[in-house]
């Protein structure tokens, strides 16, 4: 799994593949990641979350969403995520888990939201591929 910070007007994107949806889905997280800062310190404690949605794009959609709002809610940057999806037809579900380290003294670049603008997930002979821009 891997992912690159993209330039995208005055926002950010991030191009991420993985073998499978769920490392596809880590990878973006960690791309939103490394948009607030440069570097990803040590420490933080794990937590996990769920969520569920009617497609895997809603479900991509929602899953950046729910982290950006656990940032605002924890006052943690959501990092080395790992994330299990399953799904089929209208019924798509994330099981994931972020180490949580605190925003204080981190100096994070502010990123306000997750967009649905350009974005792209796919399978490909290697496995999966996303493209997802973000609000700065």
């Known amino acids: 799994m891997s992912f690159?910070?993209?330039e995208h007007t005055a926002d950010v994107a991030v191009e991420a593949t993985?073998?499978?949806?769920?490392?596809t889905f880590a990878a973006v997280a960690d791309g939103l990641a490394a948009a607030h800062v440069?570097?990803?310190p040590e420490g933080g404690e794990r937590f996990e979350l769920s969520v569920a949605a009617e497609s895997r794009e809603a479900l991509l959609f929602d899953y950046l969403d729910e982290l950006i709002y656990q940032r605002d809610v924890r006052a943690v940057l959501p990092v080395d995520n790992e994330v299990d999806v399953a799904g089929e037809d209208d019924d798509w579900r994330l099981d994931?888990?972020?180490r949580g380290v605190p925003l204080s003294g981190l100096g994070a670049?502010?990123?306000k939201a997750v967009t649905y603008s350009q974005m792209a997930l796919e399978e490909t002979d290697a496995g999966w591929r996303a493209y997802v821009v973000f609000d700065v």
């Open 4 to 6: 690159a910070l993209r």
């Open 18 to 23: 993985g073998d499978t949806l769920g490392a």
């Open 38 to 40: 440069d570097g990803i």
């Open 96 to 98: 994931g888990s972020a």
């Open 109 to 111: 670049r502010e990123v």
